[in-house]
């Protein structure tokens, strides 16, 4: 693990063995700061961790430090909200967009029930269920995330534990397979019906970890299969070839459907031998990257866990292959405690007084106007010479980004960054560090995407969603 300095310089290194239990440690240093009183300002820690030896396993977390660094002056609101072209607050004869244009709904896109591996007693739950095991299903999800002040929820099933086992059950029944899913999608629609204001989905998280990779398809009414049982029945609706990411986005394509890259991490969702590989397909359909993901297995109730994952690098490789990907942030519920673990959330935008429905929820996805905060508390939003968030643009001359910040509780933003980078170049993006929410720039010819991420005083996280742009001469 290694210490930098807002400057970019290295200040401390330290290097160690530990032991995971049940897939968890705890190793604890100590930062003693040689000579001066340190320069305030963001530090960072990355750490890099493998299994003894292999290297190739490797994986990467960042985080950042607040060192007494002074809160950036950003604007709560747009300076004029409603404002008519030519008005302060305006640039470029074209009204900014301010809060007062959106409603913004919060929940979580990432968590299972018993029809799967989830719905584990709080009380007992250390980790994933056996399959179809524990109490809990989706109405009790459902139920659980509206009286814990979610908005919305996704329980995203395994699609291969139809079967109610791990690994194949060779005596599965089909239909009782396929029952099971209807069922699901069944809770989901009763609980819509009987809670407007409440959005329930009910999808597959599809894959596997292995040689694979883990996605959320929110929206498909099939379940997806490529299990057999002893006699040779595909154990679902709809065969799907394992860890063949090309032809199930052509699928999803047919079918529009939409996805989730969930968790991703090196060698995943490969396509001709490359991780994270494109397909045009693919760009239509995959409309999310988990850039946030709090422990799995946590049985926290208190929203107090600490265990956060951060994407961000693998979400960058996405865009950089080309995926037009919004970031989002979940928890990836397995314990009964949907949405509770920690206070992380994807936040949606629907325009002002939209009525908020399955259908709207989606078609905000599609349109990518979404947000991800480690804070249920904060919101952050950004725009393109007065473009949402999500769009992709064509422009000639200068570029104004402009970055809306807010939270209910009295944060204040000691870092705010714009990431740019260019699809289909396979690279890596770069950093523009911002004093005030706006900033200027002339990109050259050519494709840019650009988002914003933001650092509160208390180190949490937000991240907008993408501006994608084509620059003309």
Known sequence: MELTAPDGSVVERWR????????????????????PRPARGVYRLRMTAMPHG???????????????????????RAAVDRAPPGTAGVAGGVRMPGWADWDIYLGNLHSQTNHSDGGGDVASCTGAQHPQSAAAGPAEA?????????QFLLTS????????????????????????????????????????????????????????GHLNILNTPELLEWERNGAGELIGDTFTEKNNYRALYTL????????????????????????????????????????????????????GETRISVYERMCDRALEAGFHVAFSSDQDN???????????????????????????LLGAIRARRVFATMDKGSQLMLTANGQMMGERLANRGTLTLSVLYRNDAGRAATELVIVEGVPGRNGTPVTMV????????????????????????DGKMLWSAPVW?????
């Open 142 to 150: 459902y139920a659980y995330a509206a009286d814990h002040g979610l």
């Open 434 to 457: 911002l004093t005030g929410g706006d900033v200027t720039v002339a990109p050259s010819p050519g494709e840019h995407y650009y988002y914003a991420r933001l650092t509160q005083d």
């Open 157 to 212: 099933e395994h699609n291969h534990m139809y079967d109610g086992a791990e690994d194949t059950d060779p005596a599965a029944d089909p239909a009782r397979a396929k029952a099971l899913y209807r069922s699901g999608l069944d809770q989901a629609a009763a609980f819509n019906a009987a809670h407007p204001g409440f959005v329930a989905l009910y999808g597959l998280e599809w894959g596997v970890i292995t040689h694979g």
């Open 16 to 35: 160690g063995i530990g032991e995971l239990i049940r897939g968890t440690g705890r190793q604890v240093v100590s930062w003693r700061p040689r000579g």
């Open 334 to 360: 397995h314990c009964a405690n949907w949405g509770t673990a920690a206070p992380n959330r994807t936040g949606v935008l629907l325009p002002k007084d939209q009525p908020f429905t399955a259908a709207a």
């Open 469 to 473: 742009v084509t620059q003309h001469p």
């Open 54 to 76: 292999d290297s190739a396993a490797a994986v990467e977390e960042q985080r950042p430090v607040t060192v007494g660094a002074a809160a950036l002056p950003l604007p709560p």
């Open 252 to 303: 999803m394509r047919e079918r529009g459907w939409l996805g989730q890259f969930n968790h991703p991490s090196d060698n995943q969702f490969r396509v001709a031998g490359r991780s994270l590989g494109y397909t045009e397909d693919g760009d239509a359909v995959m409309a999310l990257c988990e850039v946030a993901n709090s422990a799995a297995f946590s049985a926290r109730t208190d929203e």
